[in-house]
């Protein structure tokens, strides 16, 4: 074999690993991989979709958007765009995307940020994130054509509520609290351990209750600083999903670089009933794709890396 070709054979499929470290719903690592010559197809695997959480698939396609990203950073690192054909063949709506080599490009360190980002379910601390860092994660999330909402100070009680009531349906229903079960507490390198989770205290807006037992400290932090951010979607549409997911990916990328800690909030989302109260708080524009709380870490220590299912187990040659 030709030596380029190996080597861009080689970038593909280094990027298409490396996208195994993405964050996705419950840790559920909802795709596959499939390398096809120069070329790597994203298919969504509906096997490891959450039905009572996420019967939309709404959720597992961000979670998929989110691995996109991972394999576009990946390959920017080494000095290449992407060609990206997002959702390409309308027969098929599960191959998310056909991923290879394009342009060169000028390399940028964003990709360090992989292995270092986290979920961080901890307080942060009573300082906010500067005004420039958060016009710059709107920035990169308007480049993928979402848009990131600051909630604003008088908005954060009734976002608050939102939150609360979400979770109370959640725990009430047996559908939820099945996916739960299931997505917790295996041994297969995915789901949700207790390592990652924090004790549930009183928090400005409460953390998901996973019903497992607390392995990481919250430490000191008051959540004093933190700014909560929607991502929102002009359309509610799988494309708009996928979308979200890069958005996602990328924003939270930016923010580990700029030394800021993240974590997701989901189920404003989940709940049908309350994804549309959270649309009428944004004033009725846009489409609520997920949350997230964005803010200074208190602590040195990051939390622990989570789990993930093995490179053999999620990519296949042909
Ligand atoms: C679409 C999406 C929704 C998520 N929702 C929540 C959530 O509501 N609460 C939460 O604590 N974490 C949430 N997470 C974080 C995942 O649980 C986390 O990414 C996964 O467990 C892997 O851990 P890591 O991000 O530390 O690698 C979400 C992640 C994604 C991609």
Redesign the pocket.
């Known amino acids: 074999m030709n030596h380029d070709l190996r080597a861009e054979l080689d970038l593909v499929a280094e990027a298409s690993i490396a996208a195994l ?1 993405a ?5 559920s690592q909802p795709w596959r991989w499939r390398l096809n010559g120069d070329q790597a197809e994203l298919w969504a695997d509906r096997s490891r979709q959450l039905t009572g959480l996420d019967p939309d698939g709404r ?1 597992l396609l ?2 998929c958007g ?1 691995a996109l990203n991972h394999a576009v950073v990946t390959l920017r690192a080494a000095g290449y765009s992407a060609a990206v054909g997002r959702r390409p063949d309308p027969a098929h709506p599960d191959l998310v995307a056909r991923f290879g080599r394009g342009e060169c490009v000028a390399a940028d360190a964003l990709a360090e940020a992989i292995e270092r ?3 961080d ?1 901890r307080p942060f601390g009573d300082e906010r994130p500067g005004e420039a860092v958060l016009e710059e994660l709107r920035e990169v999330a308007g480049r993928h054509g979402v848009h990131l909402q600051i909630i604003r100070d008088e908005q954060v009680t009734a976002f608050a509520a939102a939150v609360a009531h979400a979770g109370e349906i959640e725990r009430d229903d047996a559908r939820f609290r099945t996916d739960l079960r299931t997505w917790t507490n295996r041994a297969h390198g995915d789901g ?1 351990t207790g390592q ?1 989770v924090v004790a549930t205290t009183r928090r400005t807006v409460a ?2 209750d996973f019903a497992l037992k607390a392995g990481l400290a919250a430490g000191t932090g008051t959540d004093r600083g933190t700014v909560y951010a929607l991502f929102v979607t002009d359309g509610d549409e799988p494309r708009d999903w996928l979308a979200a ?1 890069e958005a ?1 990916s990328e924003v939270w990328l930016t923010l580990t670089a700029r030394g800021l800690a993240a ?5 404003v989302v989940e709940v049908p009933g309350v994804r549309l109260a959270l649309r009428r708080l944004l004033g009725g524009v846009g489409n609520p794709a ?1 949350a997230m709380r964005i803010g200074v870490p208190v602590q040195e220590t990051r ?1 622990p ?2 789990p993930r299912r093995s490179p053999s187990a999620t990519l296949t040659a042909g």
């Open positions: 470290r964050p996705s719903i419950l840790n959720l961000l979670s989110a980002r986290h979920t379910r949700v990652s953390p998901r997911g996602l974590s997701p909030i989901s189920e997920v939390p890396a989570t």
